[in-house]
Antibody
Framework: QVQLQESGPGLVKASETLSLSCSVS?????????WAWVRQSPGKGLEWIGSVSYGGATFYNSSLTSRVTMSVDTSQNQFSLKLTSVTAADTAIYYCARGGGDYTAFNIWGQGTMVTVSS | AVQMTQSPSSLSASTGDRVTITCRANETFNNYLAWYQQKPGKAPKLLIYAASTLQSGVPSRFSGSGSGTDFTLTISSLQSEDFASYYCQQYYSYPLTFGGGTRVEIK
């Protein structure tokens, strides 16, 4: 079955760039779907960060647009997130998910990765 | 942005109870509304999409209804494994938005 797995540093210094990747197995990214990042601050609700299509089209949450870049690497069958100038407010569990575009719900999720921003 | 308001934010119920969670949007949209279940330390899991379509593998005690701005998730007979948090989400327009969540606790 389709599985998603996040990877990246668990600790990032304030003002630096958070970089995460999501590897997709049992499904070729280039065959379709949008791919998304969603985060959850400790004890809080879910926040959509952005979505990227298999062709590279991107949609970002307006609250993060100036700091977010998402991309797809079809050769590696993975997609990535970069969030610049991080602060303590960016400390959260980051989930990658399939969906979030073309009127598709998030139907498959990665297990999530905790990222802490340190001062 | 479409704002999603869930109620209640938490509830206590017993096994076997019928539970209803409401999600209200601040504007109408086609029924691109999903419900997710999240257990502690786990990723959310899609339960229902298109307001009322059960995701494959999800027990039939879960159901969704509603249209326009008002949507409902119902658990017909609460089971022990259903104690979790539940979130609604609209996927009709960007930014995609979630409700604040409802925590279902054991009475």
């Amino acid at each position: 079955q389709v599985q998603l797995q996040e990877s990246g540093p668990g600790l990032v210094k304030a003002s630096e760039t958070l970089s995460l990747s999501c590897s997709v197995s049992a499904h070729s990214i280039s065959s379709g779907y949008y791919w998304a990042w969603v985060r959850q601050s400790p004890g809080k609700g879910l926040e959509w960060i952005g979505s990227v299509s298999y062709g590279g089209a991107t949609f970002y949450n307006s609250s993060l647009t100036s700091r977010v870049t998402m991309s797809v690497d079809t050769s590696q069958n993975q997609f990535s997130l970069k969030l610049t100038s991080v602060t303590a407010a960016d400390t959260a569990i980051y989930y990658c998910a399939r969906g979030g575009g073309d009127y598709t719900a998030f139907n498959i999720w990665g297990q999530g990765t905790m990222v802490t921003v340190s001062s | 942005a479409v704002q999603m308001t869930q109620s209640p934010s938490s509830l206590s119920a017993s096994t076997g109870d019928r539970v209803t969670i409401t999600c209200r949007a601040n504007e109408t949209f086609n029924n691109y509304l999903a419900w997710y279940q999240q257990k502690p330390g786990k990723a959310p899991k899609l339960l229902i999409y298109a307001a009322s379509t059960l995701q494959s593998g999800v027990p039939s005690r879960f159901s969704g209804s509603g249209s326009g701005t008002d949507f409902t998730l119902t658990i017909s007979s609460l089971q022990s494994e259903d104690f979790a948090s539940y979130y609604c989400q609209q996927y009709y327009s960007y930014p995609l938005t979630f409700g604040g969540g409802t925590r279902v606790e054991i009475k």
